[in-house]
């Protein structure tokens, strides 16, 4: 059964920081993605990754996977007070379905 | 933009009533998912559905779930007999294959009382 494990849970950061969310997951997966839910609303996907390696960036968000460490981070640059929402990944263990970890719930405050 | 939309936004039912969750995924997409949050933890994922049949299902979708594509536009999520345990936002998804990502409808937002 595939684990995901996200940290941290929540964070608080100050617009103008850096800062890294992990997600560690316990089997193998052959891809994992990254979700953005705002409060009350849906589901948006940020990226896909795919293989060991990947980078992907959009404006001040970077993922990465490493496949071998079974990790994937996602790196907020310069954060933004828009940037404030909770962050899911998601490998794909199973057939079709993803498996999500708990969340980073994200604050960004001026 | 085409978007995946549920109806409806909110249901409230008694316990032990069936109650018909229902999405219209994106019209070209041919992968169908139901996803539920209970309130405050992580997304699980339900099942999915291709070609007019179950292609995965969790250990969460038991006997009481069913779903059905009962047309060419709408998805639906039943559930036969609910319990309190039920009550989540749940979450349509649909994807034009398996390798692509699946965009999330808003969401129904199910309260048993």
């Known amino acids: 059964e595939l684990k995901v494990e996200q940290n941290p849970l929540f964070l608080s950061m100050q617009e103008g920081k850096n800062y890294t969310i992990y997600c560690n997951y316990s089997?193998?997966?052959?891809?994992l993605y990254w979700y953005r839910q705002d409060p009350g609303k849906s589901l948006e996907s940020l990226f896909v990754l795919l293989s060991n390696g990947a980078v992907k960036q959009e404006g001040r968000l970077m993922a990465s996977l490493d496949t071998k460490a079974r990790l994937s981070t996602l790196h907020i640059t310069a954060a933004v007070h828009d940037l404030s929402a909770t962050y899911f990944c998601?490998?794909?263990?199973?057939?079709?379905?993803?498996?999500f970890g708990k969340g980073t719930h994200l604050i960004i405050q001026p | 933009e085409p978007e995946v939309t549920q109806t409806p936004s909110h249901q409230v039912t008694q316990m032990g009533q069936e109650v018909i969750l229902r999405c219209v995924p994106i019209s070209n997409h041919l992968y169908f998912y139901w996803y539920r949050q209970i309130l405050g933890q992580k997304v699980e994922f339900l099942v999915s559905f291709y070609n007019n049949e179950i292609s995965e299902k969790s250990e969460i979708f038991d006997d009481q779930f069913s779903v059905e594509r009962p047309d060419g536009s709408n998805f639906t999520l039943k559930i036969r007999s609910t319990k309190l345990e039920d009550s989540a936002m749940y979450f349509c998804?649909?994807?034009?294959?398996?390798?692509?990502?699946?965009?999330f409808g808003q969401g129904t937002r199910l309260t048993v009382v």
């Open positions: 998601a490998p794909r263990g199973g057939a079709d379905g993803l498996t």
């Open positions: 998804a649909s994807s034009t294959d398996r390798d692509t990502e699946a965009f």
């Open positions: 089997t193998t997966s052959d891809r």
